[in-house]
Each structure stands twice: as structure tokens, then as C-alpha cells.
């Protein structure tokens, strides 16, 4: 095992805590909210995927 990758953690920290602000906003009614919260997580996952495949392809 190399180490913690820094960027990956971070990223699913923040498509983590995006799918708890969902929740959160869900409960509170708030349709705005759930929307930010819902971008913030695909941005995340997409960028996420995309570094990752890049990683791969560097190998």
C-alpha cells in the first residue's frame, strides 16, 4: 500500500457529505438546497471517476 491519496479522500468526503445535505435538505423542505447539494455530488463523482481513469491510463 502506497499511502492515502489525498485528492481521492477529499473527494469522497465531499460526495459524502453532499449526500448528507441532501438528506438534510429533504427534510427541511428546502428544494434549493437539494439541488446545490446535488451538482456539489455529481461534480464530485464525475471529477472523481475522471482522475481516477487518468491515474489508470498512467500506469
Same mark, same amino acid.
Given at each position: ?10 473527494? &469522497? ?13 429533504? &427534510? ?15 461534480? &464530485? ?10 491515474? /489508470?491510463?498512467? /500506469?
Amino acid at each position: 500500500m502506497n499511502g492515502i491519496k489525498w485528492n481521492f479522500f477529499i473527494l &469522497a468526503t465531499i460526495a459524502a457529505l453532499s449526500i448528507v445535505g441532501i438528506g438534510i435538505f429533504f &427534510a427541511e423542505n428546502s428544494s434549493l438546497g437539494m439541488i446545490i447539494c446535488f451538482i456539489l455530488l455529481c461534480v &464530485a463523482m464525475m471529477y472523481g471517476f475522471k482522475s481516477k481513469k487518468k491515474l /489508470r491510463q498512467e /500506469r
